[in-house]
């Protein structure tokens, strides 16, 4: 899977498509949790394709490409939430909640699903909890595979998933438990 050096350019596209689509809907799904906008994410990830594709050359190999991937699609996420049109949609966006207000019916018949709620708690967390929790149990990754993709320690890890699973309990509990 890892593209070698000797490759043509069209031995790298082919190796790229079967990349992306391995990995493109994970990489949505992981960019939408951090970013909470399917546009966006959608965004996020098709720059860390051509990013991944552009640098091809200066993949090491020192991990396996699915980590490699991730942590790109990480790093890309922190970027969009620093950038100012992130935050200048946020406030907009609020604004317009307090002036229109969100009791459409569609809107009232998912919130009442279970995993809707779930996912809506598990996106309140901070980042530094929910990024561990949609690794280790969304993404089925190992700990150790997680303190790779966000350079960390192991033991950093394991503290991050019981403080988070602590927190979401809390949450769940607060609004009438699971």
């Not at 043509?8 to 498509?17: D, M, P, Q, V």
């Not at 790093?75 to 939430?81: A, P, V």
């Not at 699903?113 to 929790?133: C, D, M, S, W």
């Not at 966000?150 to 998933?161: G, P, Q």
Request: aromatic residues 12%; glycine residues 2%.
């Amino acid at each position: 899977m890892l593209p070698v050096r000797e490759s043509s350019s069209y031995e790298y596209h082919i190796l790229f498509e079967d990349l992306i689509d391995q990995y493109s809907e994970e990489l949505l799904r992981l960019a939408f949790t951090y970013v909470k906008n399917r546009q966006a994410a959608e965004d996020v990830v098709q720059d860390v394709f051509l990013r991944a594709y552009e640098k091809r050359d200066d993949f090491k190999g020192l991990s396996s490409y699915k980590t490699y991937l991730y942590r790109m699609t990480i790093n890309r996420c922190y970027d969009h939430l620093r950038s100012w049109s992130f935050k200048n949609i946020q406030i907009s966006n609020k604004i317009a909640l307090i002036f229109h207000g969100d009791n459409s019916t569609e809107t009232l018949a998912i919130t009442k699903n279970e995993k809707f709620l779930l996912g809506k708690e598990i996106l309140t967390l901070a980042l530094k909890y929910r990024e561990v929790l949609i690794l280790y149990y969304y993404k089925d990754l190992n700990v150790d595979e997680i303190a790779t993709i966000l350079n960390c320690s192991t033991n950093t890890v394991k503290t991050r998933l019981k403080r988070a699973r602590e927190k979401l309990k809390v949450k769940l509990e607060k609004r009438g438990g699971y």
